[in-house]
């Protein structure tokens, strides 16, 4: 799935995941910091200071890991959880994470974001209610700044 925008609500930021035809989406309650952190890496934009996922990428790669996907396995009690894949000296780990830090890290290391059929089927909603806009690359638009549109929820 992909990160198809960010909408402020009464409830707070919700990062939307899509499918690739942008049909359906599971919105994601998310803190201030991880929306903002999720926005700017879809923008290629930075803080002067690193941010805690800029400063989890560099140990990462200093360390000579790798983020090669992330999931979101489950939602329980209303709490969506998820897991980071890393590789390390040709060893695959699995860490347990928060979805909103796992999508800021995928997002920011270009890796694949995969969400649970049970979580869709839980979670998932049209997104043709939410003016999004369904071009297959909203980038394309001249008056796009980078990034997905804002979502209205």
């Given amino acids: 799935m992909n990160v198809a925008g960010i909408a402020p609500t009464p409830h707070g930021n919700a990062v939307v ?3 690739q035809a942008r049909r359906i989406g599971v ?3 998310v ?3 991880e929306a903002l952190a999720i926005m700017l ?3 290629g934009q930075s803080f002067e ?5 800029d400063l989890l990428d560099s140990v990462l790669r200093r360390l000579g890991g790798r983020i090669t996907s992330v999931r979101v396995d489950s939602l329980k009690d209303n709490v969506f959880h998820a897991t980071i894949v890393l590789a390390h000296a ?5 860490l347990d994470a928060r979805a909103s830090d796992a999508i800021a890290l995928a997002v920011g290391n270009g890796a694949p974001i995969y969400v649970a059929g049970e979580v869709i089927r839980r979670a998932g909603i049209e997104i043709e209610g939410l003016g999004i806009d369904r071009a ?5 638009d001249p008056l ?3 990034g997905p549109p804002p979502l209205k929820l």
Avoid: K, M, V, Y
């Fill in 17 to 19: 995941l899509s499918d």
């Fill in 27 to 29: 919105p994601i309650f």
């Fill in 31 to 33: 803190g201030d910091s």
């Fill in 41 to 43: 890496r879809l923008r």
């Fill in 49 to 53: 200071r690193p941010l805690t996922h």
């Fill in 90 to 94: 040709g060893q695959r780990s699995e």
């Fill in 136 to 140: 297959p690359d909203p980038a394309a």
């Fill in 144 to 146: 796009h700044e980078g």
